[in-house]
């Protein structure tokens, strides 16, 4: 028996020999792909010129005024090196609580699906319930969408104060149009009172005129009788005195 097993007549490949077998595999005949950068920057400052559509962008449908779906405004401040504006506060409520029940077709596409849920105009998605929704236009694709980063401007010392003196005076007005409520519901509640008082006063009146009508009637019909009565007895003393 061969003592040595294996088939391959030289044990020892040339270096020639092993360089071919790696050709053959195609492991060191693939070169790098490289992008010239700057021939693609032109490019993308062409496409934004010309107001093309970027590719796998998809084409946006009209837009409700919502304060979700508001871009951030042209020249606003952002981060040192960012095109982006800081992170803008929510100034009011979403008013989820008045969709509730409701529906409203903003979608064709998704009315013609039958899909229901929250549908954001800006990132065209539809989103299958309010706590999606909220947690989307959080979210960094929406909000880098509408030109905005994730990070907050940081609070100033004079930033702070305007805060703190926005909220007093959102607090003063709050507190003169409760206050004019007040007075509001107050004066309500006083003129309410006069017309209940006024309307007692003439319902008194109109029992008193009611009353007033009725002995007047009574008083003509005994009247009318005492009349008839004494017709009556005169009619006959005429017939006993006849012969």
């Given at each position: 028996?061969?003592p ?19 050709d ?17 920057e ?31 405004s ?9 095109e ?22 903003v ?10 849920g ?20 959080n ?16 609070a ?5 104060k ?6 007093r ?28 008082y ?13 009353a ?7 008083k003509?019909e ?14 006959e003393e ?6």
């Amino acid at each position: 028996p061969n003592p040595n097993p294996n088939p391959n007549p030289n044990p020892n490949p040339s270096p020639d020999t092993m360089s071919s077998a790696k050709d053959i595999q195609g492991a060191l005949n693939v070169e790098r792909r490289t992008w010239n950068k700057e021939e693609y920057e032109a490019r993308a400052k062409e496409r934004i010129e010309n107001g093309e559509q970027e590719e796998g962008d998809e084409a946006l449908g009209p837009v409700r005024d919502r304060e979700e779906f508001r871009h951030a405004s042209a020249g606003a401040a952002g981060p040192l090196g960012s095109e982006r504006a800081f992170l803008r506060a929510r100034g009011g409520d979403l008013g989820l609580d008045e969709m509730v029940g409701r529906t409203t077709i903003v979608a064709p596409n998704a009315a013609a699906n039958k899909q229901g849920g929250w549908f954001c105009d800006v990132c065209q998605c539809m989103l299958r319930d309010s706590v999606s929704y909220v947690d989307h236009i959080n979210g960094r694709k929406h909000q880098r969408k509408l030109g905005f980063s994730m990070r907050s401007e940081r609070a100033t010392l004079g930033s702070v104060k305007d805060r703190l003196a926005a909220h007093r005076a959102r607090k003063a007005a709050d507190d003169a149009l409760r206050a004019k409520r007040r007075r509001q519901s107050a004066a309500e509640a006083e003129r309410e009172q006069i017309r209940d008082y006024e309307a007692r006063l003439e319902e008194e009146a109109a029992e008193k005129r009611a009353a007033r009508e009725a002995r007047k009637r009574q008083k003509l019909e005994e009247k009318r009788e005492r009349e008839a009565a004494a017709a009556a007895e005169a009619e006959e003393e005429e017939e006993g005195m006849d012969p």
